[in-house]
């Protein structure tokens, strides 16, 4: 079992900060991307950002310049800074792992969810 646990969301005015952290526990022998994911009620799924193993990020247009992915590879955990918040960005964030379990198959996991949320 891969567990995917979020933390760091809350509610903040327009123009303000918050920032999400995901740690991945269980049988994992490694991990390739670390990503984030967000959803809007009414709307789909949509990516917010990844970090690949070698660090290489992306990031959808909507966040860029005002998000930032990192990792730290020792503790299996993913984290979003969040600049320049605003109401757009009111959704809740889905953390999601692929990597490798023990023996070599893949596995992509998911945390719960964490909700922010952007006023005016």
């Known amino acids: 079992q891969v567990q995917l646990v979020e933390s760091g969301g809350g509610s903040v005015q327009a123009g303000g900060s918050l920032r999400l952290s995901c740690a991945a526990s269980g049988r994992i022998f490694s991990i390739n991307d670390m990503g984030w994911y967000r959803q809007a009620p009414g709307k789909q799924r949509e990516l917010v950002a990844v970090i690949s193993s070698g660090g290489v990020t992306t990031y959808s247009d909507s966040v860029k310049g005002r998000f930032s992915i990192s990792r730290d590879k020792a503790k299996n955990t993913v984290y979003l800074q969040m600049n320049s918040l605003k109401p757009e960005d009111t959704a809740v964030y889905y953390c999601?792992?692929?990597?490798?379990?023990?023996?070599?198959?893949?596995?992509?996991?998911w945390g719960p969810g964490t909700q922010v949320t952007v006023s005016s």
């Open positions: 999601k792992t692929d990597g490798l379990n023990y023996g070599g198959s893949n596995f992509a996991a």
